[in-house]
């Protein structure tokens, strides 16, 4: 009997993790990711940047969450060269990102409701933050950036390739994304793991530049074959969101991109373009076509509906706004609605900001791109071409800030985590940039 007992109590052991397993399955694995992750970081900190990268796409909110905090808590508890830390802290770009997120949390400190305006500062925008931060910090050397790029190129590769999947195997998707009157070819538009196609395609068109120009940057053939092909997947699914906004916004960005690496890649591209006009599925030329008719399009007509009521609130809440929470917006936006315009959001991260948070808070979004800009042109010119990395990867930094304060004009780009993450780890990449080109230079002065 006495031998019985611990065989007893390991089969009843047993039997009580296959019942958690069987009914927390999604649970006990994030707990077996977060132990992994915990150790691979404890192992080399930058392990731990490389896989937060390869999951962004993938992972839900929670566990993304859960790795980001882990993060903090390696930092914590291992040594740290916090010379090296500070000095990473310090140039303008952060000052703006910080300036900017002080007027966040001001705004939903004084929201009427003030619990779920601070709960959606924490989750998101804080969440961020700490994000930002700790990319600034821990990728401090020109290898450890390249590899974290090349991971963010790998995942968006990866989440592409299952957005073209979709493509291929669902027979249509929500009516609300397309506009059968209009189009009546587009009966489906992808978005893998994203919530809509509009939000899979704001994280494609920051990636796709830094994808460009590591084509670029590869000295091996090998490699410049694989980024290429890379792209080539990426841009398919950026086509097959069907997004207008995307478009333009890529356009725009791999452009000028395109231009700071070289003219003539513009010109080629433009005569690529031009010919390419000729081969495309009517859907597509339909939908090109759509964007220089507005009115005749319901999304584009929707957003042209609401914006005056974005005016209208700016003229009476212009000071200090009406708060950040959705609560609060949804009682306001009613004395302010047009007809059988029912919104949770302007679709314009410009006019957003301005309704939400005043006047205050519009200047200091502004300020953060222009110091964003700034950063990476001032990197380009202390770098001065010594090394490539560094020079693509500010071309590609502003190529991809282009492309998403373009896309910001017509969408909500802050509306989903996974483009809230990418969009403050793209800051952060200009951020590195720059302290790895001033750390060059003052190596070569002493």
């Keep these: 009997m006495t031998k019985t007992r611990p065989m007893m109590l390991l089969v009843a052991v047993a039997l009580l993790v296959i019942g958690i397993i069987q009914y927390k399955v999604g649970m ?3 707990f077996v990711l977060m132990g992994a992750f915990l150790a691979i970081t404890l192992y080399r900190t930058e392990y731990g940047l490389y896989l937060i990268a390869l999951s962004l796409p993938i992972l839900t909110y929670r566990p993304l969450l859960a790795l980001i905090l882990l993060f903090v808590l390696v930092l914590f508890v291992t040594a740290q060269n916090y010379e090296k830390l500070k000095a990473n802290l310090k140039n303008h770009l952060n000052l703006a990102v910080f300036l900017f997120l002080a007027i966040l ?7 009427v409701n003030v619990i779920e305006s601070l709960k959606q500062f924490m989750l998101y925008y804080f969440i961020s933050f700490l994000l930002y931060l700790l990319l600034v910090m821990k990728l401090d050397t020109r290898e450890t950036l390249y590899r974290f790029i090349v991971c963010l190129v790998l995942s968006a590769s990866l989440v592409s390739l299952y957005g073209v999947y979709q493509y291929f195997t669902l027979q249509y998707t929500s009516a609300a994304w397309v506009d059968v009157s209009q189009n009546p070819g587009l009966s489906k538009r992808i978005f893998a793991t994203f919530e809509n ?3 899979f395609v704001q994280y494609l068109i920051m990636i796709l530049p830094l994808n460009f ?3 670029f940057y590869s000295k091996s053939l090998g490699n410049r074959v694989l980024f290429a092909l890379q792209f080539a997947l990426i841009s398919l699914a950026v086509v097959l969101t069907f997004s207008r906004s995307g478009w333009v916004a890529l356009f725009l960005g791999l452009g ?3 231009t700071m690496i070289s003219r003539r890649l513009l010109v080629v591209g433009l005569i690529v373009a031009a010919v390419s006009v000729n081969f495309l599925p009517d859907t597509i030329m339909t939908r090109i076509l759509s964007i220089f008719s507005p009115q005749t399009d319901s999304s584009s007509a929707y957003r042209l509906e609401m914006w005056p009521s974005a005016f209208a609130m700016i003229r009476d809440f212009w000071v200090t706004g009406i708060g950040s929470d959705l609560t609060t917006f949804k009682k306001v936006y009613t004395d302010y609605m047009m007809p059988g315009v029912r ?3 302007f679709h314009n991260i410009y006019l957003m900001n301005f309704v939400t948070g005043g006047i205050l808070a519009i200047l200091l979004l502004l300020y953060m791109f222009y110091q964003s800009l700034r950063t990476a042109i001032v990197s380009l010119f202390m770098n001065d071409k010594k090394d490539k990395l560094l020079s693509y990867m500010a071309k590609a930094g502003i190529g991809s800030l282009i492309a998403i304060a373009s896309a910001g004009m017509f969408e909500d780009v802050w509306h989903q985590y996974r483009v809230d993450f990418m969009f403050w780890i793209l800051l952060a990449i200009l951020s590195v940039v720059y302290n790895l080109a001033r ?8």
């Design 256 to 258: 000028i991109l395109a």
């Design 343 to 345: 919104i949770n959001h």
């Design 28 to 30: 006990a694995g994030e």
């Design 105 to 111: 949390l001001i705004t939903a400190l004084t929201s």
């Design 439 to 446: 750390a060059r230079k003052e190596q070569v002065q002493e």
């Design 197 to 199: 196609p509009n939000l």
């Design 213 to 215: 120009a590591l084509i």
